[in-house]
């Protein structure tokens, strides 16, 4: 969906280094969910945020990424000192809150971010 | 946990021709949503189909149907009139309430090509 904005698109970063990738929710949606895409895998849940709160970071590996909403601004996942394992589509999708029904939760994704580690 | 499989990796239709792709899914949950996205080339992941645990029609959208069977723990998407546009993977994926209940779980897909 057109509506929720991830940049950059394409991102390459020599190991070591680190990555920010930036996700805007759709208008109106406070809840962001972050998933990553390896090669011919479909996606996998990361991490659940709220404006300034991880309410289930259980997908995250536990070293060297990190996750934050703030009250103003992108949502923005970071991945530190990063290893071409790394390389994968993160795609960043929102909702309008939890307390949507399950019958008309549809997550609306962005069109991810492309992450090279060379 | 829940889990979704989709056992073909590869499918061929001929253009205006329908196609099923296939998905099975395991939950203990009563209540769950089951979707269908679509990926393209390009990359992004489009929203198809929708269809609950306590639907009693299959969900139709345009072109796309979701043959859902209950008892056998299958939720089919048929696209019929096949198109060359419909060529991209196809993710089946699955919701379920309580905890957890924001995250979507997929399966790893089915690329469909079509044929002219």
């Known amino acids: 969906n057109a509506g929720v904005m991830q940049n950059p698109r394409h991102l390459v970063r020599r190991r070591g280094q680190e990555a920010r990738l930036r996700c805007s929710p759709m208008k109106g949606h406070s809840h962001v969910y972050w998933y990553r895409q390896l090669p011919e895998e479909g996606l996998k849940f990361m991490v659940y945020?709220?404006?300034?709160?991880?309410?289930?970071e259980s997908g995250m590996p536990k070293e060297r990424f990190s996750a934050e909403f703030p009250k103003e601004g992108p949502s923005i996942l970071r991945i530190q000192q990063v290893v071409r394992g790394d390389s994968a589509a993160y795609f960043c999708?929102?909702?309008?809150?939890?307390?949507?029904?399950?019958?008309?939760?549809?997550?609306?994704f962005g069109q991810g971010t492309r992450l090279t580690v060379v | 946990a829940q889990k979704i499989t989709q056992t073909q990796p590869g499918m061929f239709v001929q253009e205006k021709e329908a196609v099923t792709l296939d998905c099975t899914y395991d939950t203990s949950d009563q209540s769950y949503g089951l979707f269908w996205y679509k990926q393209p080339s390009s990359g992004e992941m489009i929203f198809l189909i929708y269809q609950g645990s306590y639907d009693e029609q299959n969900a139709t959208e345009g072109r796309y149907s979701l043959n859902f069977q209950k008892a056998r723990k299958s939720a089919n998407l048929v696209i019929s009139a096949s198109q060359l546009g419909d060529s991209a993977m196809y993710f089946c994926?699955?919701?379920?309430?309580?905890?957890?209940?924001?995250?979507?779980?997929f399966g790893k897909g089915t690329k469909l090509s079509v044929i002219p």
């Open positions: 945020l709220q404006k300034e709160n991880i309410i289930d």
């Open positions: 994926a699955m919701k379920v309430p309580g905890a957890g209940s924001y995250q979507l779980t």
């Open positions: 999708a929102s909702s309008p809150g939890q307390g949507t029904p399950l019958m008309n939760t549809e997550a609306f």
